[in-house]
């Protein structure tokens, strides 16, 4: 690993067959883990914004805590990929998109009561209304590629 | 039923951000996908930004779908009864406008902003990266706007 964790930008983005796998096994994890917790509930969301429980913010703050713990011992004791390859971490760019953006997300979650991973979690666990919910996402995607050009950055 | 407490959940969670580093290689978050089937679904767009090869990023795709079936795995199989995750009001054309109208936010907004409560929440922060904490500052006052002052006007607070 680098001095720095942190990259500006990472090389371009490539898909094995190996990884694919690993990822798809981290995914069942991950998903099971958001049913388990209850994070893809409108009710739990719902709970959130109106300040009735502290169970979404326990979640996201020990996630972030786990997480930040994690990097860091991963840059202690300098590991790498299992593939041999340096860690590295993309450098998330500040703009007004950072502001406008996050705040439509929110809109989107708070009436939805998910955000992105939970959508395809709120599917596979029989919400199966919540395919209308993904793909207006696909198509609010394709719009922001749209309109792109003309937003203010 | 009752959720498996905070602090068992959130380490789970957070766990992903070092898994996905060490096991793939890859920067913990999803929202990217949205982009990926965009573009997988509009093959000879003119739009530039979803004119480029999805398939390079198909991990993504495998990530969300390792979501699905897990979601599915502890719902409807390793469950004592399925816990419904939407309220029966949902299941109405105001229910179903309601979801699109959100779900249009949630692809067009996580975009703009460059990633979601998995990239710049738990990712972003974990990495403790200034923009991600302001992205999820901003992810609640748009949760809060939502919440307190469009959705009473609808369902009567």
Known sequence: ??????????PEETSSAAVNIRVLIMGI?????????????????????????FHMYGVIGSAVVVGAISLIIL?????????????????KKLDKGTVIGGIIFGLGWAVTGACPAPIYA????????????????????YIYGYLRPRLPT | MKPWPWWVVGPLLGLMVPMLLVFAGKNFGISGSFRDFAAMCAPRTKISYLNYDWRKNAWKMFLA????IGAFIGNQILSYE???FLPEMYYSVGGVIALAIGGLLIGFGTRYAGGCTSGHSIMGMSSLQATSLIATICFFIGGLIMTWIIMPLFIGG
């Open chain 2, 65 to 68: 779908g390792g979501v699905v």
């Open chain 1, 1 to 10: 690993m680098q001095k720095e964790l942190t990259a500006v930008t990472l």
């Open chain 1, 122 to 141: 709120q599917i596979g666990s029989g919400t199966w209304l919540a395919v209308v919910t993904l793909l207006a996402a696909f198509a609010g995607a």
């Open chain 1, 29 to 53: 994890f991950f998903g099971f883990v958001l049913v388990k917790g209850q994070v893809v509930s409108w009710y739990q969301i719902q709970a959130m914004f109106r300040f009735e429980s």
């Open chain 1, 75 to 91: 840059r202690r004791l300098n590991i790498s990929t299992i593939d041999g390859r340096a860690l590295m971490i993309k450098q």
């Open chain 2, 82 to 84: 399925p816990v419904p």
